[in-house]
């Protein structure tokens, strides 16, 4: 069985590429030349620009400053520096949320680290169980886990009273993370300027109306039932074919961009391409014109579907934004039920103008159902059939598999170092490598089932994704390595003998997950901290399409906090933190350092890289927080499984009140604070209304709302830009331009009450 | 085995109780002096009043026309005759989708038996099975049944074909009679008569305020957000301990007039009591003195008591009833939450006032989540525990158990038709009475809950009745009859063979729960029309209380439709009949011959005997729809179990999809339709505004919503009457007078807004 050795192996070869990553970084990030890709948020701010033109040419690119290097480090407290209000306004609540969870980890785990190490770690080694048994070896880990302990001892009570006192312990951290969450979202919200989100709530699955056009249903429908309240309504086109033949337009820009380049470049030989399929054959053109050419037949297009989506009834969808003159009115419309047929007229706060999924706001509501039930049917096979593969590979990928299938490999795998290399790091890599194309199928998924924003769609990705995770990753490697050999018998257990299976190989597997928390966890955040496929990408783009400033701003790709992927990770650690602090405790500094050190990571990236896609003022959190209580009650009940095996029948019940007691205590907990993150109270609404009458008696909130919610393709083109957060920086807004020359566009289609 | 011969017995057994029910209520309700039994709810809509006095007194009391016996079943085209929306008018809404229960039993049942009897009973009888096993011998029953087919044959395509038919069938009609109740309850809310509950909203958990009372904050809090239709509130007061003096006096009175009756018939001798306990001893004094003295003492008490709860502000509670300018302002504020703290000033739709269950009003939020946490506690162990006397009772109550236990018996019950009846009719008794007990136990533990009407305590009780049932009645009929022999090796069973166990079960078990149908449902039916209790309640009532005909009127008791009770029970036969339809058809006739029975029966009445407590127009339909598509997917995971045993491994995959589409279906409808049963929409709420506003433009809402919500005590110390449905009849109200005397009393408390 793997020991302290293997571990030794594989911690060194982590620590060392995780340490190699850093080093990379801190020489890297010191280069003038690639401050676009590890400070581009404050590019994208305007508070930094493109170094000044030095004297010697040389140090555009490279630092020589010496001592620069010396304090590579720098970046560490530069990064913890920042205090939490300054960040939150910085970066937005969801990222500072997001590194919460982070502290959460390590709120969690150091305080159980202590007590597990202070009462388990003696318990387990004088258990003397391994000692005696059955004459297998068993390695310094094993006797420091649960198994080292003889069945029917009374030293499970100690297992017993531990998993009590984490409970509790994550129970009350989980309790106040909550509140606090919850206190910085109202505070946010309390605190946010003027946004068109709050006083637009989104209307969809309008009834047709054979009298009237949509455009009018709505507004006739609202100026009725909320007479004091509504002020305008912008209907929604169906711009899917226009959006395509812009980002088109655009790709070939770029194409134009490129040789026109290369031409300016090398004057002497005029650049040139054949027509046909991806330009294997086909007549060859000149390139320059012929992108040239294209992109204006492409503009006349863009031109006639533009005016057709405008003119035609049938491109606008049965929806509709609906601003109210108030964020009281708008709170009322988005809470209640508007019409006595509950699938017509749904109502539901507007997401920001950035966080609109367009392509999915037609979706009627019967076939939204049955979406959904095709995405569920989809996601069971998705993570059910998923694990054949995994189970697959890993039981080949063990030294005995290794030898069966490539007997040439025998002598090579029988070497000690690269024994302890296969047996501590292939997993891990393999598990990975199946990883990482499945958050694109599921945020496909998401997709397909129908939601309309995309904070919704993170958010369902997310929880699809920690299914997968938790019955691939976590299920998966503990049935599939020990089970393998009687797969046979296997699948004639019942149900209820899994948790049990399953509880009994949580000790046999604490080597395996170690070696995961260090690749997945270290080496996994190291890479990240260096961003190698953005610094590749913006050197290509910087070489070849880069002219002026403004090609350098979009060549530059700051990134998003990939919550649906990374979320779900981050509690596979807190799940296997919960499972072995009363199990293997030793497995619980591993997680920690993980905690802390993308805790770093994270906060040096969501101040000096990542981009804000959206903001939804941590919306999320109930998520996280139901996943956590998922992962403990997970705890409890392989615990159970595992002590069931162990001969102490007096210690099980004592067990089975403590998932009944975690599951009511996240009741408690979504009764308590999660309205705070699905509904706006009106106490909250009104204050705001009445200080903004007070302090901005004549702001015409018509002009505000006007064009808040138009596709964006109306909006010259491109994907709408967010305005920076503050207002006062003064800085001129990119779209409002753009909004201006679109306004003519849509004053047909944006109407106004009356009223 | 049972056979039809034992089931022949067992059906005459209960035919014959039946029969004898129906006759005797037949000549009883033709009786003058049952007509206040048997037709109480025309007395109290008063369209019937007693009899006048005819010449000869004996008719007085029996009724003498003999033609009228000859008619003796003109009930059951009577209570047939009346139409529905009559019906409705006159019961209201909630009795008629209460018998609608049984019509949809009707309408599901008898088509898939037309189904079950036309494929399966061809197909199991020829299944030729049980002709040739084991030397057992076989009831006609079981050759009816699936138990027929031999494992591995073909045939059992032809039973998961009819799963899938009748699965689709039941979901048809479970859409379609969704729908009926939705529009009949949106129609209902629609036609209805002003109400004060349209316009109030119950608002719990006022926070504390240290420089406001309960009243003022409560208005300080509306006017600001809700400034445009706050209108008034009623403070709760804590009247629990003056409730309880008002019973005491009440019941101390009719102590009085019972021995001023007996003064006056035998004026020769003074009636006397001992005033110790239970009147058993201490002295002996004159009866009427010492109770108009004790009710003497009482009244001041209770003025006493009146004046502290009024004029103590500890004994307002943090509760209030908000009343709204319009319809509109109290579903805005029902729907939104009002705090950025979810948990204080919690909004709801006020009940009707006589639905109010006061005591209730007061509990703090966490207070109402440990109460949940520890009843849901306190539910398992009454469900599972209950378990066990059952399980012991019944296999006592078995031939074999009855003879080892009481060897005396032996020659008794080795008789044919004694053994017949022990065997059909003993098991049913015996669930019968432990079931007794159990709806109050279960009505106490919703109160404990700490719900707020009275409607929504009887739907919680009858969703816990409903796992009771499932749990005791259902499985536990089935596994303890088959397994208590080796119950030491059903206790080592994993919970996945469950499904199995129970699904081998199933066949066997038919002939019990036919006669279960019969006596639980038909006799038990009969009995409920026959009204025993009532009846002999009322004549001792009216023999020793009555002296005048309000005291006549007092004495009567209508009693009510008692849902949570029967509603569960109701349940159980569709269970049964899911279950069956596919295993042993033969059950069907026995349930729809409930079903219609029962129609008829409960329509009768409906109409002529039960009282309404209150109308929540049919909100406990969501509730029954869910319980029958829980019965449905019991159902299918049965039949699953049941084929795994049959080894038919190509037809289960194709059951697995069934519960899933079942599952699947629920939600779709519960997105379709039960936001009507828990919201009201603005939509709805603008029009019957509007049309007020157009026909009744002089209407003062203040003085009509002032008094609304008064606790009963103060309402002249007696519980409040309903007024009666509609105004037209032009009765004199009795609340009327007493509402005035106590208006007096309340204007203190009740706030106006200022605006």
């Not at 309390?190 to 455009?215: C, G, H, K």
């Not at 040439?408 to 170092?417: A, C, I, P, Q």
């Not at 392989?638 to 095996?645: E, P």
């Given at each position: 069985?793997?020991?302290?050795?293997?571990?030794?192996?594989?911690a060194?070869?982590?620590?060392?590429?995780?340490?190699a990553f850093?080093?990379a970084?801190a020489?890297f990030r010191?280069?003038?030349?690639?401050d676009?890709?590890y400070?581009?948020k404050?590019?994208?701010?305007?508070?930094?620009?493109?170094?000044?033109?030095?004297k010697?040419?040389?140090?555009?690119?490279?630092?020589?400053?010496?001592r620069?290097?010396?304090?590579f480090l720098?970046?560490?407290?530069?990064a913890?520096?920042?205090?939490?209000p300054?960040l939150i306004?910085?970066a937005?609540?969801?990222?500072?949320?997001?590194?919460?969870?982070?502290?959460?980890?390590l709120?969690?785990?150091?305080p159980?680290?202590?007590?597990?190490?202070?009462?388990?770690?003696?318990?387990?080694w004088?258990?003397?169980m391994?000692?005696?048994?059955?004459?297998?070896?068993?390695?310094?880990i094993?006797?420091l886990?649960?198994?080292?302990?003889p069945?029917?001892?009374?030293?499970?009570?100690?297992?017993v009273?531990?998993?009590?006192a984490?409970?509790f312990?994550?129970?009350?951290?989980?309790?106040?993370?909550?509140?606090i969450v919850?206190?910085?979202?109202?505070?946010?919200?309390?605190s946010?300027?003027r946004?068109?989100?709050?006083?637009?709530v989104?209307?969809?699955?309008?009834?047709?109306?054979?009298?009237?056009?949509?455009?009018e249903?709505?507004?006739?429908?609202?100026c009725?039932?909320?007479a004091?309240?509504?002020l305008?309504?912008?209907?929604?086109?169906?711009?899917?074919k226009l959006?395509?033949?812009?980002?088109?337009?655009?790709?070939?820009?770029?194409?134009?961009?490129?040789?026109?380049?290369?031409?300016?470049?090398?004057?002497s030989r005029?650049?040139?391409?054949?027509?046909?399929?991806?330009g294997?054959?086909?007549?060859?053109v000149?390139?320059i014109?012929?992108?040239t050419?294209?992109?204006?037949k492409?503009?006349?297009?863009?031109?006639?579907e533009?005016?057709?989506?405008?003119?035609?009834p049938?491109?606008?969808?049965?929806?509709?934004?609906v601003?109210?003159k108030?964020?009281?009115?708008?709170a009322?419309?988005a809470q209640?039920?508007?019409s006595?047929?509950?699938?017509?007229?749904?109502t539901?706060?507007?997401?920001?103008?950035?966080d609109?999924?367009w392509?999915?706001?037609?979706i009627?509501y019967?076939?939204?159902?049955?979406?959904?039930?095709?995405?569920?049917v989809?996601?069971?096979?998705?993570?059910?059939?998923?694990?054949?593969?995994?189970?697959f590979?890993?039981?080949?990928?063990?030294?005995?598999g290794?030898?069966?299938?490539?007997?040439?490999?025998?002598?090579?795998?029988e070497?000690d170092s690269?024994?302890?290399?296969?047996?501590?790091?292939?997993p891990?890599?393999?598990l990975?490598i199946?990883?990482?194309?499945?958050?694109m199928?599921i945020?496909?998924?998401?997709?397909?089932?129908g939601?309309?924003?995309?904070?919704?769609?993170?958010?369902?990705?997310?929880?699809k994704?920690h299914l997968?995770?938790?019955?691939?990753?976590?299920?998966?490697?503990?049935?599939?390595?020990?089970a393998?050999q009687?797969?046979?018998?296997?699948?004639?257990?019942?149900?209820?003998?899994?948790?049990?299976?399953?509880?009994?190989s949580i000790?046999?597997?604490?080597t395996?997950?170690?070696?995961?928390?260090?690749v997945?966890?270290?080496?996994?955040?190291a890479?990240?901290?260096?961003?190698i496929?953005?610094?590749?990408?913006?050197?290509?783009?910087?070489?070849?399409?880069v002219?002026?400033?403004?090609?350098?701003?979009?060549a530059?790709?700051?990134?998003?906090?990939?919550?649906p992927?990374?979320?779900?990770?981050?509690?596979?650690y807190?799940?296997?933190g919960l499972?072995?602090c009363?199990v293997?405790?030793i497995?619980?500094?591993?997680?920690?350092?993980?905690?802390?050190?993308?805790?770093l990571?994270?906060?040096?990236?969501?101040?000096?890289?990542?981009?804000?896609?959206?903001?939804?003022?941590?919306?999320?959190?109930?998520?996280v927080?139901r996943?956590?209580?998922?992962?403990?009650?997970?705890?409890?009940?392989?615990?159970?499984g595992?002590?069931?095996?162990?001969?102490v029948k007096?210690?099980?019940?004592?067990?089975?009140?403590?998932?009944?007691?975690?599951?009511?205590?996240?009741?408690?907990?979504?009764?308590?604070?999660?309205s705070?993150?699905?509904?706006?109270?009106?106490?909250?609404?009104?204050?705001?209304?009445?200080?903004?009458?007070?302090?901005?008696p004549?702001?015409?909130?018509?002009?505000?709302?006007?064009?808040?919610?138009?596709?964006?393709?109306?909006?010259?083109?491109e994907?709408?830009v967010r305005?920076?957060m503050?207002?006062?920086?003064?800085?001129?807004?990119?779209?409002t331009?753009r909004?201006?020359?679109?306004?003519?566009?849509?004053?047909?289609?944006?109407?106004?009450?009356s009223?």
């Amino acid at each position: 069985m793997a020991d302290f050795d293997d571990i030794g192996i594989s911690a060194a070869v982590n620590l060392l590429s995780a340490l190699a990553f850093l080093i990379a970084f801190a020489i890297f990030r010191l280069q003038p030349i690639n401050d676009r890709v590890y400070f581009p948020k404050w590019y994208l701010k305007g508070l930094r620009v493109s170094p000044t033109r030095p004297k010697r040419s040389v140090t555009k690119f490279v630092n020589l400053d010496f001592r620069m290097y010396l304090r590579f480090l720098k970046w560490i407290p530069e990064a913890l520096r920042m205090p939490e209000p300054e960040l939150i306004e910085h970066a937005g609540l969801d990222s500072v949320a997001y590194i919460r969870i982070y502290l959460l980890g390590l709120k969690i785990f150091i305080p159980i680290m202590a007590l597990a190490f202070a009462v388990l770690l003696p318990v387990n080694w004088t258990g003397k169980m391994l000692d005696t048994s059955h004459g297998l070896t068993f390695g310094t880990i094993d006797k420091l886990s649960i198994s080292n302990v003889p069945p029917g001892s009374n030293r499970f009570w100690a297992h017993v009273l531990v998993a009590y006192a984490c409970t509790f312990w994550t129970c009350y951290m989980l309790y106040k993370e909550y509140q606090i969450v919850t206190t910085l979202r109202l505070e946010f919200i309390a605190s946010a300027d003027r946004r068109p989100d709050q006083f637009t709530v989104l209307v969809r699955n309008v009834p047709p109306d054979a009298d009237e056009s949509v455009s009018e249903h709505v507004e006739h429908f609202f100026c009725v039932n909320h007479a004091d309240h509504y002020l305008l309504h912008q209907v929604v086109y169906n711009a899917n074919k226009l959006a395509s033949l812009v980002d088109k337009k655009k790709s070939l820009g770029n194409w134009l961009v490129y040789y026109q380049n290369k031409y300016e470049r090398k004057p002497s030989r005029k650049p040139t391409i054949k027509t046909g399929l991806w330009g294997l054959w086909g007549n060859r053109v000149d390139a320059i014109d012929y992108y040239t050419k294209e992109i204006d037949k492409l503009s006349e297009q863009e031109a006639a579907e533009r005016e057709k989506v405008i003119s035609d009834p049938e491109a606008i969808l049965p929806a509709a934004f609906v601003s109210f003159k108030s964020r009281w009115g708008a709170a009322v419309c988005a809470q209640t039920q508007q019409s006595s047929n509950p699938t017509l007229w749904l109502t539901e706060w507007a997401p920001e103008p950035s966080d609109v999924y367009w392509n999915n706001l037609a979706i009627p509501y019967v076939e939204l159902n049955i979406r959904r039930l095709l995405m569920a049917v989809a996601l069971f096979f998705l993570i059910f059939f998923f694990m054949v593969p995994i189970t697959f590979v890993q039981s080949v990928a063990n030294i005995d598999g290794i030898e069966k299938v490539f007997p040439f490999l025998k002598e090579l795998v029988e070497k000690d170092s690269v024994k302890s290399f296969i047996q501590g790091y292939l997993p891990g890599i393999i598990l990975k490598i199946f990883l990482i194309l499945i958050p694109m199928v599921i945020m496909l998924m998401s997709k397909i089932e129908g939601f309309t924003s995309f904070s919704s769609l993170e958010r369902r990705s997310a929880a699809k994704y920690h299914l997968f995770i938790l019955v691939n990753v976590f299920l998966g490697s503990i049935i599939a390595g020990t089970a393998f050999q009687n797969l046979d018998k296997f699948l004639k257990q019942s149900a209820t003998d899994i948790p049990r299976t399953i509880g009994v190989s949580i000790p046999m597997k604490a080597t395996f997950f170690i070696t995961y928390v260090m690749v997945d966890g270290w080496a996994g955040v190291a890479a990240e901290v260096l961003r190698i496929v953005p610094l590749v990408l913006f050197h290509i783009k910087n070489s070849v399409l880069v002219k002026t400033e403004q090609d350098r701003d979009e060549a530059m790709d700051p990134g998003f906090l990939d919550f649906p992927t990374y979320e779900p990770r981050i509690q596979l650690y807190f799940l296997l933190g919960l499972v072995y602090c009363v199990v293997t405790p030793i497995l619980l500094p591993f997680i920690i350092v993980f905690f802390a050190f993308a805790y770093l990571v994270f906060r040096h990236q969501i101040i000096n890289v990542y981009d804000r896609k959206y903001e939804s003022a941590a919306a999320f959190w109930p998520g996280v927080h139901r996943r956590i209580i998922i992962g403990l009650v997970i705890s409890h009940l392989l615990l159970v499984g595992l002590l069931s095996t162990k001969d102490v029948k007096t210690c099980t019940p004592f067990l089975v009140a403590l998932p009944v007691l975690t599951i009511w205590f996240h009741f408690v907990c979504k009764g308590r604070f999660e309205s705070a993150f699905t509904r706006f109270p009106l106490e909250e609404a009104m204050k705001k209304d009445t200080l903004e009458r007070a302090t901005d008696p004549t702001l015409n909130i018509r002009t505000y709302l006007r064009d808040a919610y138009l596709h964006p393709v109306f909006k010259g083109g491109e994907v709408y830009v967010r305005p920076p957060m503050d207002e006062e920086e003064g800085l001129p807004l990119v779209s409002t331009k753009r909004s201006q020359r679109s306004s003519k566009v849509t004053s047909r289609a944006t109407s106004e009450a009356s009223v």
